[in-house]
């Protein structure tokens, strides 16, 4: 049985455990043989800036989860392009080079969903 | 119809659970299947058995148990998040090396593959979560 | 047609999770309003949701926060939001 799963996050990484909560979620989904799509809205897409590094903070870097997601064949990864405008950012400069989303399109990447999960 | 609810809240700080129990009793009473209550993040505290209240308080974790008696229930804790908030079984505390566990009676814990499978299940799924 | 049953449970001073759940509201979906979304029927709040899509809240949650006076909204009960999830073809959370 495949069903198609959005997980959606708003929160940005580390100041709390949501980006690495959503991820564990996205890769059981991927074992279980599920097609899965990431929505990072608001904050979320602060997820995606290259180059972090919290050693420092003691917390296992996020981006090498997320450069393993291909391996897992999620490569469905959307940002609110609204988003993007409020932090300054192009969807270019992140991590696996998500697609951004206006309202029209973000409502009917929902509507194509049998399972939303938020975080 | 099928429905599989996710907990994301502790039961102290937040309302979440609460809205979830009510809607786990409204699906069962309507004769409705609840194929599975998944606990996550700061939900897996409704599992903890030692939360403790004032006689005039709730206990959320008491009531999902009383739920759990009153109807066939799969109270699932995710155990990843579970063992990092302290909240253990017999097996998990000996494999930590702790010698107290706290699982509450008809809760279990397991991985997130029982979220994932539930979901793929039911023909609802609701999350009730908490900002954090 | 494919609809969403949206809820709601952040106050009106949390405008990045109403911002989002608008976003994300298609027309023909629905809004419930659980929790401390409620406040959203006080007079000062009620224009910044929607006006085109069916907008409801939960009774217990209205009646425990003394929020007697919500008009033009739908006034619900723990069934009638089962019901509601039925109606619908899923459920999105905004928290």
Same mark, same amino acid.
């Given at each position: 049985m495949n069903k198609r799963f959005l997980l959606i996050c708003s929160r940005p990484p580390y100041g709390s455990s949501a980006a690495r909560d959503l991820l564990d979620i996205a890769l059981t989904c991927s074992v279980f043989e599920q097609s899965v799509s990431l929505l990072l809205m608001g904050d979320a897409i602060l997820q995606l800036l290259p180059e972090q590094n919290p050693t420092a903070i003691r917390q296992k870097n996020l981006n090498a989860i997320q450069s393993s997601l291909a391996l897992y064949d999620i490569e469905s990864i959307y940002v609110d392009a609204e988003a993007l405008r409020f932090h300054g950012l192009s969807a270019e400069t992140l991590l696996l080079k998500? =697609?951004?989303?206006?309202?029209?399109?973000? =409502? =009917?990447l929902i509507r194509e969903q049998d399972v939303v999960l938020p975080l | 119809m099928i429905f599989t609810l996710v907990v994301h809240a502790s039961p102290v700080q937040h309302q979440a659970p609460e809205t979830a129990l009510?809607?786990?009793?409204?699906?069962?009473?309507?004769?409705?299947?609840?194929?599975?209550?998944?606990?996550?993040?700061?939900?897996?505290? $409704?599992? $903890?058995?030692?939360?403790?209240?004032?006689?005039?308080?709730? $206990?959320?974790?008491?009531?999902w148990q009383a739920l759990a008696k009153e109807y066939p229930l799969d109270l699932v804790v995710c155990i990843a998040a579970a063992i990092r908030r302290g909240v253990l079984d017999a097996n998990e505390a000996r494999r930590y090396d702790k010698n107290q566990h706290n699982l509450a009676p008809g809760f279990e814990l397991s991985g997130l593959g029982q979220l994932v499978e539930a979901a793929m299940l039911s023909d609802r799924v609701i999350t009730f979560g908490g900002r954090g | 047609m494919s609809r969403s049953l949206h809820t709601l449970n952040t106050p009106p001073s949390d405008t990045d999770t109403l911002s989002h759940c608008l976003m994300a509201l298609?027309?023909?979906?629905?809004?419930?309003?659980?929790?401390?979304?409620?406040?959203?029927?006080?007079?000062?709040?009620?224009h910044k949701l929607p006006s085109g899509v069916p907008i409801h809240a939960l009774a217990v949650d209205l009646q425990a926060r003394g929020l007697?006076?919500?008009?033009?909204i739908s006034i619900i009960s723990d069934p009638e939001f089962v019901n509601l999830t039925l109606h619908c073809n899923r459920v999105v959370s905004w928290f």
């Open positions: 998500p =697609q951004a989303l206006e309202p029209d399109a973000l =409502q =009917q | 009510r809607f786990a009793r409204a699906v069962l009473e309507a004769g409705h299947t609840l194929h599975r209550v998944f606990f996550y993040r700061d939900g897996v505290l $409704n599992g $903890n058995t030692l939360v403790s209240s004032p006689a005039d308080e709730s $206990n959320i974790p008491e009531d | 298609s027309e023909g979906d629905e809004l419930l309003l659980i929790e401390d979304a409620v406040y959203f029927t006080l007079p000062a709040h009620r007697t006076n919500a008009t033009d």
